[in-house]
């Protein structure tokens, strides 16, 4: 999918329709408009307008549902796309804001660890240890998070904005490392997790201290 479209960022920009598609691609099977309206408690016609956006940006498919019976245009049900090709339109909209953080790196690296900084404080606590909850949401980061025996180091494997990363590191590191302090300081152990990026080809490093 070609991700260069502003549809794409225009219509990711809505959470309502990021929550749309995140519903979407959890999905076992495509729904119709009907299921997602009891899904989401959102009126049909505002859902429709949203898919018609998702749809448009190339981020969710439709299909006729040729089982329904009685007279009529049989009903669409609707689809996300690959996940892989969520993931490309998503790499294009952090590039986007990146570059929107301000013109001074240092800025922009301030302004990306407060933001990630805010929105970890926002989010519920895991169960566990430190390193428990570490591992539990560098996962729903889209990492592959690695503890090394001796517990004190976490290995980030196939970072999903890793092409951002290059790029933009002082934004795209920042906001993992806000997230980081969030959790420590949730956890009672304010200044605990520390990111060294690019420790490895393709790896990042998280260290715990004790």
Same mark, same amino acid.
């Not at 393709?202 to 004790?210: E, Q």
């Given at each position: ?5 502003p ?5 990711? %920009?809505v ?16 729904? #119709?408009?009907? &299921?997602?309206? $009891?899904?989401?408690?959102? /009126?049909?016609?505002?859902?429709? /307008? ?8 190339g ?5 006729? #549902? ?20 969520? +993931?490309?339109?998503?790499?294009? +909209? ?19 660890e ?6 970890g404080?926002?989010? $519920?606590?895991?169960?566990?240890? +430190?390193? #428990? &909850? ?15 025996p ?18 933009h ?6 906001? /993992? &490392? ?13 200044? %605990?997790?520390? +990111? /060294?990026?690019?420790?490895?080809p ?9």
């Open positions: 999918m070609e991700t260069s479209d549809g794409v960022h225009k219509a990711l %920009a959470p309502a329709r990021r929550a749309l598609l995140a519903a979407l691609t959890e999905a076992a099977e495509p729904l #119709d408009v009907k &299921q997602l309206a $009891e899904l989401l408690g959102q /009126h049909v016609t505002t859902l429709r /307008h949203h898919l018609a956006a998702l749809v448009e940006a981020l969710v498919e439709t299909a006729r #549902d040729e089982s329904a019976t009685g007279r009529g245009r049989p009903r669409l049900r609707y689809a996300a796309v690959p996940v892989r090709e969520q +993931l490309a339109a998503y790499r294009t +909209l952090v590039d986007v804001l990146a570059r929107g953080y301000g013109a001074d790196r240092g800025e922009r690296a301030a302004r990306a407060r933001a990630g900084r805010e929105w404080t926002a989010e $519920e606590a895991d169960e566990g240890t +430190l390193a #428990d &909850q570490v591992l539990a949401e560098a996962t729903r980061w889209g990492f592959e998070p690695e503890l090394r001796e517990g004190r180091e976490i290995v980030l494997h196939g970072c999903p904005f890793q092409q951002n990363a290059a790029t590191p002082e934004v795209v590191c920042s906001v /993992h &490392q806000g997230l980081l302090d969030a959790i420590a300081t949730r956890s009672g152990d304010p200044g %605990a997790l520390k +990111l /060294h990026p690019f420790t490895g393709h790896t990042c490093t998280i260290s715990l201290k004790r």
